[in-house]
């Protein structure tokens, strides 16, 4: 990604100091088991490491480590029964979830030859778990629970705690990165419209506020010609041309492209949403001709950009390229009845990342559909199988709220003038699906990834501390 950012899991163990004077190979045995479970953690995460914990002095050391990293997910391993004053002071002060891992060392026990020792430090399949979920309710915490094995590995724990650290990495990108706006809003989209201060206090995402005037210079000081043609080349690469392509052709496009990944990199920018509803002439309209594949280079390398202004669905479009690895803007088209499928798509931007039945394709059109002036259009191929539909919306309260699908996308036509189109079956039936859908009220953008991913993004939900309307799976 142009802007990266690395999640901060704050991670800890928790084992009954009573036990560790009784049983001295305890003390061995749990700090190999805490040193294996750590190197289980991905590396698009930082871990903050809280230790072993067995009084409630650790706890509230751990709790300050925590703190002071301000952590997006607390991940506890229970080694053997303890108390819940060995968790409580570590997150009593946190507003993230707390996950708790319940892996038990062995499979199952020799019954025969088992003694107390071995039960507790490798068969105990953590008794605490009940009394540190009612403890972190009464606390008002967010929590989940995940039980499995060590021995022989455990694909299913392997995968959740993949999933919440995914997660995570939501959480740190709205918050360390910044969302451009340019110009505002199309004209009258009202859901579209947004508080930029509600959208920080509640989902800690800082809009900064750009002028189309700045954006048409933002070319001007690019002249190391090694860079732009390398970049023309990526475009080459990256896109079909109707016509035929050649760094030439592309030389001016990719002069801005360069200019737009400094400028990301610069500002620390991970959303873009813009629209220009002017009198496109000279500078301003080349870049305006430009801008959709210019924009759709930026959404390769991860950063979610956003025709018609709409903040809402750039932040659902990065959501999606962090847990699924592609983000596509999209909306309802149409409703072939007499298949039962919904046609779904968008014109603009898109994400080269999900073109996977075939290179993503460009071309010159004289207008626009909808919007000032005419240029490059692009068009992207998402293949057939599985797809997840993310919207994001607010209630009268500015509260917001996650609205998900998913389909299974299928072979056969779609429409011929340029926009990308996916034709998705959805197990509730075409007519249904638009009801359940628009009822739930989201924008009339939602983003779409291959694959299915509504428990990651329940877990992102969960993270941000929003609802979710799941409409079908």
């Not at 508080?195 to 954006?215: A, C, G, H, P, S």
């Not at 813009?274 to 390769?300: C, E, Q």
Request: aromatic share 10%; hydrophobic share 40%; with cysteine.
């Amino acid at each position: 990604m142009l802007v990266e950012t690395k999640a901060r899991v704050g991670v800890f163990a928790i084992a009954l100091g009573a036990y560790l004077p009784q049983f001295p190979t305890l003390v061995p045995e749990f700090e190999g088991q805490y040193a294996a479970f750590k190197k289980t953690l991905p590396d698009t995460v930082e871990v903050i490491d809280g230790g072993i914990v067995t009084t409630k002095e650790q706890s509230m050391a751990a709790g300050d480590k925590f703190r002071a990293a301000d952590v997006d997910l607390v991940i506890l391993q229970l080694l053997t029964y303890a108390t819940s004053y060995n968790m409580l002071p570590a997150v009593r002060d946190l507003d993230v979830p707390v996950v708790l891992v319940n892996v038990q060392k062995k499979k199952a026990p020799d019954y025969a030859n088992t003694d107390t020792p071995t039960w507790l430090g490798e068969l105990y399949a953590c008794g605490a778990v009940g009394e540190m979920v009612a403890d972190l309710e009464r606390a008002g915490k967010r929590h989940a629970v995940i039980t499995g094995v060590v021995e022989g590995g455990d694909p299913a724990v392997q995968a959740e705690i993949n999933d919440w650290c995914k997660a995570a990495q939501v959480r740190r990108r709205f918050r360390d990165t910044n969302l451009a706006q340019i110009g505002r809003p199309y004209p009258g989209m009202m859901d579209l419209y947004i508080d930029e201060t509600n959208l920080y206090n509640r989902m800690w995402l800082y809009t900064k506020q750009f002028d189309w005037e700045k954006m048409w210079a933002i070319a001007d000081n690019i002249t190391d010609e090694d860079a732009i043609r390398a970049k023309a080349q990526d475009i080459l690469d990256t896109f079909d041309i109707e016509g035929g392509g050649t760094v030439e052709k592309v030389w001016d496009m990719a002069r801005y492209v360069v200019a737009f990944e400094q400028w990301v990199r610069d500002e620390k920018i991970a959303f873009v949403a813009s629209h220009y509803d002017g009198f496109a002439k000279g500078v301003a309209g080349k870049l305006d001709s430009m801008l959709i594949p210019a924009f759709s280079m930026l959404i390769k390398q991860g950063t979610a950009c956003a025709v018609e202004g709409d903040i809402k669905v750039a932040m659902a479009m990065s959501i999606l390229k962090t847990i699924a690895g592609c983000g596509q803007l999209s909306e309802m088209y149409s409703i072939d009845f007499n298949e039962d499928i919904c046609i779904i798509g968008h014109s603009g931007s898109g994400d080269a990342d999900i073109s996977k039945a075939r290179k993503p394709t460009m071309k010159i059109v004289p207008v626009f559909h909808g919007k000032t002036g005419g240029g490059y259009l692009t068009q992207f191929y998402p293949p057939v199988g599985d797809v997840t539909y993310l919207a994001i919306t607010q209630d009268k309260d500015g509260h917001f709220k996650f609205v998900v699908a998913e389909g299974v996308n299928e072979p056969g036509p779609i429409f011929t003038f340029g926009d990308t189109n996916m034709r998705t079956r959805f197990s509730c039936g075409a007519r249904e699906f638009v009801n359940r859908w628009s009822e739930a009220g989201p924008t009339h953008h939602m983003a779409a990834a291959t694959g299915h991913h509504i428990d990651t993004i329940l877990k992102v939900a969960e993270i941000f501390n929003v609802p979710v309307d799941v409409i079908t799976r």
